[in-house]
């Protein structure tokens, strides 16, 4: 998967630079064979919890009205993430490689088209975009 400024970009900067992040791991993890598969799925992981957190701080101050409906899509993603990766660190790659492949960047596509989307506009109108990136993590299920 590569990044696609005219596709993917939404126009908050912190949104951008954490998808460009996303694209990149996908792209590599697409990419690599078994030796590396596991410590980039792993960073996948992680880059993930960080990335929901920080979206859902984002959403937080600037009182984004459909904050369930885009956390509890973060939480299901995130939840299939860290069961895959228990597969993955065992030695089992074969499903979290088509998760990857099909599911994962699917599911990317369109959560930036209309939930990510949604929140950038959002962010914009109410000029609550902050570059600065913090943030609690979420839990680790």
Known sequence: MDW???THALGVDE???THREFTALVGMLMAADDSDFAML???LLDHSRQHFSNEGRLMRIA???????????????YGDLVQMNRAVQKGR???????VKTGLTEWFALHLATMDSALAAHLKRVGEAPAKTTGAALPVL
């Open 4 to 6: 696609d400024e005219a």
């Open 15 to 17: 949104m951008d630079r």
């Open 41 to 43: 799925f792993g960073k």
């Open 63 to 77: 009182r984004f009205p459909a904050l369930g409906e885009h956390e509890g899509e973060h939480h299901r993603v």
């Open 93 to 99: 790659l074969l499903l979290a490689r088509a998760y």
